[in-house]
Each structure stands twice: as C-alpha cells, then as structure tokens.
T-cell receptor
Framework: DVKVTQSSRYLVKRTGEKVFLECVQD?????MFWYRQDPGLGLRLIYF???????EKGDIPEGYSVSREKKERFSLILESASTNQTSMYLC????????????FGDGTRLSIL | GQQLNQSPQSMFIQEGEDVSMNCTSS?????WLWYKQDPGEGPVLLIA?????ELTSNGRLTAQFGITRKDSFLNISASIPSDVGIYFC???????????FGTGTRLKVLA
C-alpha cells in the first residue's frame, strides 16, 4: 500500500510566522502535490513537483513556496503566515506516468491565529 | 481553477438503500478517479477508470467512465453506516498531471 505521511495532523501558528508542512511518501513516486481544502471550495492545487528540485505553480501559489530536495519529501512553506491561510492542507503523490492516480496523506489542519 | 460539477451536493439515505452520484465536465478526460474522505482524514482512492465505457466494481461500489468521456458515475449498493463521508470525483485530461476535482457529495446514512 502507498503511504503518504504528513508530519502533523494539527498545527497552530501565529500571524507572521514561517510555517513548514512536511510530506513524505514511501513508494518512490515521481510526482508530489500540495492542496488546500476549504468548505465550499473543494481541493485547490497550490504547487506540484514532478522531480527532485523541480516545481510548478498550481492554481493558488501566492503566499506559499515549496522545496523538494529528495524524491520522497515535499515541503510546503508559508513564508509569513496569515489568517486566510487557515485551512486543511493535503499532500498527495503519484507515479510519473500520465494518468496515474494520486494518493493522499491524512492532512494537516492548520490554524493561524 | 477549473472544477467539475458533482451532484448531488448532499444526500440523506436510509441504511440498505442504493446511492447514485455523478460528475460532469465540459472537457474530455482520459482518466476518472473516485475518492472517499472521512471527517478529519485525507481522501482514499476507491476506483480508477481509464477507458470510455469502462465499468469497474470495488465491493459494493461500481463506477463508470461515461461514453462521451465528459462524465462519470458512482453507485453504492445496500448502503451501510460506514459509507458516511464525502465522495469526490477527479478527472485528468490528456498531457497533464493536474487532476481536476469535483466539489464532493456528502453522504449521510440513517440507521
């Protein structure tokens, strides 16, 4: 079974803090993704990566950055957290072939006070 | 970003009833996925569909890839209380890694 592990289930941070969300997958997947999920808005893609050190912006990259130094790890960074970044963050991974399904972690519920 | 139209938005059904939900898109997709998300958890893949007209089952769940390649259907037979959750569809167009997700169908089962 594919295992996608997000480092924290719940996280509370303060406005202006730099926040790191970590995601690790154990299936040697080429592609990794970060989404945020908000009521009524569904899943929105923030960033994705199709290889080590490669990244592409998704639909809502503003206020976020990412890092992929190793194939198994994809980090989402909130440079200066704001209250409108309070959300559920989901990491996913997939094999590199086109059409492969994405497998999700359990999510990190982030609250910015 | 683009989203799929998923219906119904929510359903309340009696235990034992069958359930149907669907997703439609203005774009043609090569892959359709169906996920279930329990409260406080991440989405779990239920069924993947790769060919127009394909019908695939996973236990009490059956999903179909529409002939037009612009829609997909998920049926749950003889619902049980643990079927409660949010069901998402996702579609993938040719030449991209970016899935487009539906807004979800929230299912509640009354015992």
């Amino acid at each position: 079974d594919v295992k996608v592990t997000q480092s924290s289930r719940y996280l509370v941070k303060r406005t202006g803090e730099k926040v790191f969300l970590e995601c690790v997958q154990d299936m040697d997947h080429e592609n990794m993704f970060w989404y945020r999920q908000d009521p009524g808005l569904g899943l929105r893609l923030i960033y994705f990566s199709y290889d080590v050190k490669m990244k592409e912006k998704g639909d809502i990259p503003e206020g976020y950055s990412v890092s992929r130094e190793k194939k198994e790890r994809f980090s989402l960074i909130l440079e200066s957290a704001s209250t409108n970044q309070t959300s559920m963050y989901l990491c996913a991974s997939s094999l590199g072939h086109q059409g492969q399904p994405q497998h999700f972690g359990d999510g990190t519920r982030l609250s910015i006070l | 970003g683009q989203q799929l139209n998923q219906s119904p938005q929510s359903m309340f059904i009696q235990e034992g009833e069958d359930v149907s939900m669907n997703c439609t898109s203005s774009s043609i997709f090569n892959t359709w996925l169906w996920y279930k998300q329990d409260p406080g958890e991440g989405p779990v893949l239920l069924i993947a569909l790769y060919k127009a007209g394909e019908l695939t089952s996973n236990g009490r769940l059956t999903a179909q890839f529409g002939i037009t390649r612009k829609d997909s259907f998920l049926n749950i037979s003889a619902s049980i209380p643990s079927d409660v959750g949010i069901y998402f569809c996702a579609g993938l167009a040719s030449g991209t890694y970016k899935y487009i997700f539906g807004t979800g169908t929230r299912l509640k089962v009354l015992a």
